[in-house]
Antibody, heavy 120, light 109 residues
Framework: EVQLVESGGGLGQPGGSLRLSCAASGFTFSSYWMHWVRQAPGKGLVWVSRINSDGSSTSYADSVKGRFTISRDNAKNTVYLQMNSLRGEDTAVYYC?????????????WGQGTLVTVSS | QTVVTQEPSLTVSPGGTVTLTCASSTGAVTSVYYPNWFQQKPGQAPRALIYSTSNKHSWTPARFSGSLLGGKAALTLSGVQPEDEAEYYCLIYYGGVWVFGGGTKLTVL
């Protein structure tokens, strides 16, 4: 069974840091590009970042560029999102999602999400 | 900053047909933007419906179809069911980054 399980969310201080993890199972992790998507409470989906299959290429939304870093460990089947210089507007549920190499097909399932709350 | 625009809300009767659209601030949406469509119900993670404009996943009900319409990406639901009431999001690729639309809340009434 394909599963993506996010963790690492919680309360973060403005200006502080959090590290999110997304553990994958049930598929060949190294054959997928991985993405992070967030959703503020009551709001829409926002694409955050993506990493290619071997971790050599990344991209970010302007809103997080320079503050967030995506990485992956294919030996551990895990993708990470290091979140620094946290702001209130980073408060959201963070989801990870997968796209097969060579495809533009965002696939199911997504993870259940992990809630990040930035507040003092 | 690129903006992707969807209808904020639409209402359709059970058994009816409705088309949701997805427009780009950069101009016409074409196949090279690889539009994807997602359905999200309250309290749930999004579910992928359509990829690369018109391709369905194995789990996508036949009543959902994707297309390009008048310079926009479009999602058409034919024979709408009560369980189709949800928020629908499009996702557009802009050469290295992806941008979601603001979502369309579909009410089946």
């Amino acid at each position: 069974e394909v599963q993506l399980v996010e963790s690492g969310g919680g309360l973060g201080q403005p200006g502080g840091s959090l590290r999110l993890s997304c553990a994958a199972s049930g598929f060949t992790f190294s054959s997928y590009w991985m993405h992070w998507v967030r959703q503020a409470p009551g709001k829409g989906l926002v694409w955050v970042s993506r990493i290619n299959s071997d971790g050599s290429s990344t991209s970010y939304a302007d809103s997080v560029k320079g503050r967030f870093t995506i990485s992956r460990d294919n030996a551990k089947n895990t993708v990470y999102l290091q979140m620094n210089s946290l702001r209130g507007e980073d408060t959201a549920v963070y989801y990870c999602a997968r796209v097969p190499v060579g495809s533009w097909a965002w696939s199911d399932p997504w993870g259940q999400g992990t809630l990040v709350t930035v507040s003092s | 900053q690129t903006v992707v625009t969807q209808e904020p809300s639409l209402t359709v009767s059970p058994g009816g047909t409705v088309t949701l659209t997805c427009a780009s601030s950069t101009g016409a949406v074409t196949s090279v933007y690889y539009p994807n469509w997602f359905q999200q119900k309250p309290g749930q993670a999004p579910r992928a419906l359509i990829y690369s404009t018109s391709n369905k996943h194995s789990w996508t009900p036949a009543r959902f179809s994707g297309s390009l319409l008048g310079g926009k990406a479009a999602l058409t639901l034919s024979g709408v069911q009560p369980e189709d009431e949800a928020e629908y999001y499009c996702l557009i690729y802009y050469g290295g980054v992806w941008v979601f639309g603001g979502g369309t809340k579909l009410t089946v009434l």
